[in-house]
């Protein structure tokens, strides 16, 4: 590993342009991808991909160095698990294309994706916890951060569902920006008192 990172500094930039990462070398970005360097099993090569974060980013600066292993297994896994936010006309689309059946396939799909986002969450918030049994005020942060994130997808799930079969129920209230407001035709009324 000594090597590889005396090359990459050689080539690449400074030790503060990289950073070990479990047996991962990354960038240092503050952009929301870095370049991400494996060492493949069984054999002398690395293996370059990107990396769905930065280290140095709003987001992940707070992660200390020695938790990042944990949280770099996180952000792998929702790469896998983030479609984007389902709205009726998606639904109504799935209808247009293949019925009932293909509607029911997409909501399906992202209910199950759902679950699995619960879950890495869950394994996430295990890793992180300190010996004691307790979340450290960045990890609680970056939890509650990411439950939000979770949270606003479920709801435009359940709200795009509810629209498709039954109607739009009123007014949906915008859930962008982790605040939760309701637009009115004059203006607007946040939810979550501050």
Same mark, same amino acid.
């Given at each position: ?47 370059? +991909? %990107?990396? @769905? *974060? ?6 992940? $600066?707070?992660?200390?160095?020695? /938790? !990042? ?20 006309? +998606? %639904?109504? @689309? *799935? ?6 059946? $293909?509607?029911?396939?997409?909501? /399906? !799909? ?85």
């Amino acid at each position: 590993m000594e090597e590889l990172r005396s090359d990459i500094a050689e080539g690449f930039g400074s030790d503060e342009q990289w950073c070990e990462v479990g047996n991962d070398l990354h960038t240092v970005s503050i952009g929301d991808a870095e370049i991400r360097l494996r060492l493949q099993p069984d054999t002398a090569s690395w293996h370059a +991909d %990107l990396f @769905g *974060a930065g280290w140095d980013s709003f987001q992940y $600066a707070c992660v200390p160095a020695e /938790r !990042r292993a944990a949280v770099a297994v996180y952000v792998d896994r929702m790469k896998e698990l983030t479609e984007g936010l389902v709205q009726e006309s +998606d %639904l109504r @689309g *799935a209808a247009a294309e293949g019925g009932f059946p $293909a509607v029911d396939r997409l909501v /399906r !799909r992202h209910v199950g994706l759902l679950d699995e986002r619960y879950a890495a969450l869950d394994s996430l918030h295990s890793a992180l916890l300190t010996s004691a049994g307790v979340l450290p005020d960045w990890a609680q942060e970056f939890v509650r951060s990411e439950a939000e994130d979770l949270n606003t997808a479920r709801e435009w799930l359940t709200s795009a569902v509810v629209a498709y079969h039954h109607g739009s129920a009123g007014q949906r209230p915008d859930t962008l920006f982790g605040g939760i407001c309701f637009w009115f035709s004059t203006g607007s009324v946040n939810l979550v008192r501050r």
